[in-house]
């Protein structure tokens, strides 16, 4: 986490359907951060693991 070098590519970005406006070193920690909300129906309680992977990135970042 927190690299000097995206991790995803800009067609796995596309694929995924992330904004422009997320697309940072992180974004790879978005996609299955989001396809896990998208199979619980956006739950809060069922991507923590997810969520707090992605947040910690955000945050060294």
């Known amino acids: 986490m927190g690299g000097s070098a995206m ?6 970005l596309s694929e995924a359907k992330i904004d422009l406006a997320y697309r940072d070193f992180c974004a790879h920690l978005l ?3 989001n396809e896990c909300r998208k ?3 956006f739950l809060p309680w069922k991507c923590e693991h997810e969520r707090h992977v992605y947040e910690k990135c ?3 970042e």
């Open 7 to 12: 991790q995803a590519t800009q067609k796995q």
């Open 39 to 41: 199979r619980s129906y």
């Open 58 to 60: 955000q945050y060294k």
């Open 31 to 33: 996609i299955p951060l």
